[in-house]
């Protein structure tokens, strides 16, 4: 079975500086997609950015950007120059297409929960 | 557009009541999907949909029964509500295989 693992509970970063988040999965597949999600106060899930495990260059998305290393199975999203409205849940999340007995769903992380400092 | 919708925002159930969290998009997503989550634990699947009049068990089915009479519209059911249903509730949609789930503003249930 896929696991996804966060293992920074909780970051901090002053405004305008650069900060990055650590996920690493566990999956036998060659097929994949990987996602981090962010949580505001509002608790609405918004997608940051996506990664398709077939591409080898990382995803970019403005300040948003990842390390993607398959081999390692290692996915760390970077943040720059952030901003207060970063403030947040990050999840990382792996998915495996339908087919072959999957479902298409989501595996979450347990997130991380950072905080952007002035 | 309003994306993907949830009704209601919050609900306090007593246990052994019943009730009906409504899933409504209008992106076209073929795919549909109910999450739980819960402090600690991110989120987990409960049940999902890949089509009108399709229904599927995801990670923790227990205790939930759903269904999609309408392309655009996913039910969940709790018959029997208990406290370790406490949770909030996220619905969300996609478009089909490997694709983006956009998810709905969630549902807080207070299970007493």
């Known amino acids: 079975a896929q696991t996804v693992t966060q293992s920074q509970p909780e970051m901090s970063v002053q405004e305008a500086e650069t900060v990055t988040l650590s996920c690493t999965y566990d999956t036998s597949e060659s097929n994949y997609y990987l996602f981090w999600y962010k949580q505001p106060p509002s608790r609405q899930m918004i997608l940051v950015i996506r990664?398709?495990?077939?591409?080898?260059q990382n995803a970019t998305e403005n300040r948003f950007s990842v390390n993607f290393q398959k081999a390692a199975k290692s996915f760390s999203l970077k943040i720059s120059d952030s901003q207060l409205g970063d403030t947040a849940m990050y999840f990382c999340?792996?998915?495996?297409?339908?087919?072959?007995?999957?479902?298409?769903?989501?595996?979450f992380g347990t997130g991380t929960l950072l905080a952007v400092q002035p | 557009n309003a994306g993907v919708t949830q009704t209601p925002k919050f609900r306090v159930l007593k246990t052994g009541q019943s009730m009906t969290l409504l899933c409504a998009q209008d992106?076209?997503?073929?795919?549909m999907y109910w999450y739980r989550q819960d402090p600690g634990m991110g989120l987990r699947l409960i049940h999902y949909?890949?089509?009108?009049?399709?229904?599927a068990k995801g990670e923790v089915p227990d205790g939930y029964n759903v269904s999609r009479l309408k392309k655009q519209n996913f039910l969940l059911g709790l018959e029997s509500a208990a406290p370790s249903q406490t949770s909030v509730y996220f619905c969300a949609g996609s478009g089909g295989e490997g694709e983006t789930q956009y998810f709905g503003p969630g549902t807080r249930l207070l299970v007493l």
């Open positions: 949909s890949v089509g009108e009049g399709t229904t």
């Open positions: 992106m076209n997503h073929e795919y």
């Open positions: 990664q398709e495990a077939y591409k080898q």
């Open positions: 999340a792996f998915m495996k297409p339908l087919g072959g007995g999957a479902t298409n769903k989501l595996i």
